[in-house]
Each structure stands twice: as structure tokens, then as C-alpha cells.
């Protein structure tokens, strides 16, 4: 697997190189806004950075590729082997995915540490030893949830040829619904509400409150019971979407 993946490791370097500039200029430009004032959002300029740092790290290690191997797969007619038994695939491609993403995770892991080397000494150290225990849990259950929904964006490759256009516009929602260009609590209440209810926030700003402490172990095990939700109907749902698919799948590349 790291052998496949070396051979694109320009896109590995060049998408990591994107991701430590976006870094960088959230950083920049967190700490202008913060040039005349000690708080924004009940946040130090220390916390923010963690904030910054913490959830990126965060989104390292949960993130995964597995949409666009499966519409390769559906395209390719590789999947007509698996189409008579689908859980048989579904282990398939998420056993498949752990080492197709390592060269990635690793590289992508070491910069993230250095970068957070390089500001250690503006970052707040987690608030305790339980906050940090559900903090690591907490983000165990994201790379699964992570890994449910890429699946089931892979899935719609048995309605269109293409879902990186799709994925790419998913990703980007992503991101924002779940806090990572700025803390949720920074909006109305109303929102935050509706973001907690959905899994996204789960894979940055719910597990960099807790890491700050910010939010009580009871509602961080709030959290952990919302994610457990979430990978069932998640579960679910890839069942019945794989059903409706490999009803209409033709298996061109066979």
C-alpha cells in the first residue's frame, strides 16, 4: 500500500502543503483580530491557536480517501465480485482504506506536530487526564463516522460517473459545520444547537472543547452518545443505499 502510495506523493505533498498554508493563515489572522482585545467569544488568543492546532489534528486523523476508491471500483466493474454478499465489501474497503491512507496520515501527521512544535509554547495544555481519556474516544468514534459517510459518497457512484465534485462540495460544508474556521459557539445558539445534533462538529469543535475544557465530561458523554447514534443510522443507511444501488449496478469494466 505505501509503495501505491509513494507513487503520488506530489499530490500528497502539494495537498498537505495546502492544508499547513490554510493553517498558517488562520493563525495570522486570528491573532490580528485579537491585536486590541484579550477575548473574542470567551476565547484567549492561547486557546484559539490551540483551537486551531488541536482540530486540525483532529481532522488528521479521521480524514480518509475511501469515496473516490469505491467510485473507482463501481466504475471499473472490480465490485462485481463482492456485489452477491455487500458486507463482505464493506470490510473489504474499510480494511483496504487503513492502509491506503497510512503514507498519507503519517506524513500529514508529522507536519501537524511540527507546526504545533513550532507554537508550543502559545498553546493551552489540556484541562485533565478524564477530559483527555473521552477527547481521544471521542475521536476514535469520528474516523468511524468519517469513514461511514465517505462510504456512502462512494455509493453514489452507481447513480453518476464522477464524486469528487460531490465529495469536494461535501467536504467543504464539512468543515464549516463543524467548526473548523471558527469555534460554533461564535454563532447564535440556535445553530449550535442544530451542528451538535449532526455528526460533523464531532470531528473538530466538540473534541477541541473538551480538550480545553471548556465543556464537562457529562456533555462530552452527551457527545459520545450522539456519535454512537450517528454510526448506526449511518450503518443503516449505507445498507439500504447499497441495496437500491446494486440493483441498477451493470459492472462495465468486467
Known amino acids: 500500500m505505501w509503495a501505491r502510495s509513494l507513487t503520488h506523493r506530489v499530490s500528497i505533498i502539494s495537498y498537505r502543503a495546502g492544508e499547513l498554508v490554510e493553517i498558517l493563515f488562520l493563525i495570522v489572522m486570528w491573532t490580528a483580530l485579537y ?11 492561547p486557546e484559539m491557536i490551540t483551537y486551531v492546532l488541536i482540530g486540525n ?8 480517501f475511501l469515496s473516490d476508491f469505491m467510485a473507482h471500483e463501481i466504475r ?10 455487500p458486507l463482505t465489501y464493506f470490510r473489504y474497503a474499510m480494511t483496504r482504506e487503513f ?7 503519517v506524513f500529514s501527521l508529522v507536519t501537524q506536530v511540527l507546526l504545533i512544535a513550532v507554537f508550543f509554547k502559545h498553546l493551552v495544555a489540556f484541562s485533565s487526564f478524564a477530559h483527555i481519556l473521552l477527547f481521544v474516544l471521542m475521536v476514535v468514534l469520528a474516523f468511524v463516522i468519517e ?7 462512494g455509493t453514489i ?9 460531490i465529495y469536494t462540495t461535501i467536504s467543504r460544508l464539512k468543515r464549516f459545520i463543524s467548526g473548523g474556521y471558527f469555534p460554533l459557539s461564535l454563532l447564535p445558539i440556535v445553530y449550535v444547537k442544530i451542528s451538535l445534533a449532526l455528526p460533523f462538529a464531532y470531528s473538530f469543535f466538540v473534541p477541541t472543547q473538551l480538550y480545553l475544557g471548556k465543556i464537562s465530561i457529562r456533555e462530552g458523554l452527551i457527545g459520545i452518545g450522539v ?9 443503516l443507511f449505507i445498507c ?3 441495496r437500491r444501488g446494486t440493483r441498477r449496478y451493470e459492472g462495465v469494466g468486467i
Request: aromatic share 14%; charged share 10%; proline share 2%.
Open 227 to 235: 456519535q454512537c447514534i450517528w454510526i448506526m443510522l449511518l450503518y
Open 35 to 45: 491585536h486590541d482585545q484579550a477575548l473574542i467569544g470567551g476565547y484567549t488568543l
Open 99 to 105: 492502509g491506503r491512507v497510512s503514507l498519507p496520515f
Open 157 to 165: 457512484a452507481f447513480w453518476t460517473d464522477e464524486v469528487d465534485g
Open 240 to 242: 439500504l443505499v447499497w
Open 76 to 85: 471499473d466493474g472490480t465490485l462485481s465480485i463482492f456485489v452477491v454478499k
Open 57 to 64: 489534528l483532529v481532522t488528521i486523523v479521521t480524514r480518509n
Open 147 to 153: 469513514l461511514l459517510i465517505a462510504y456512502l459518497v
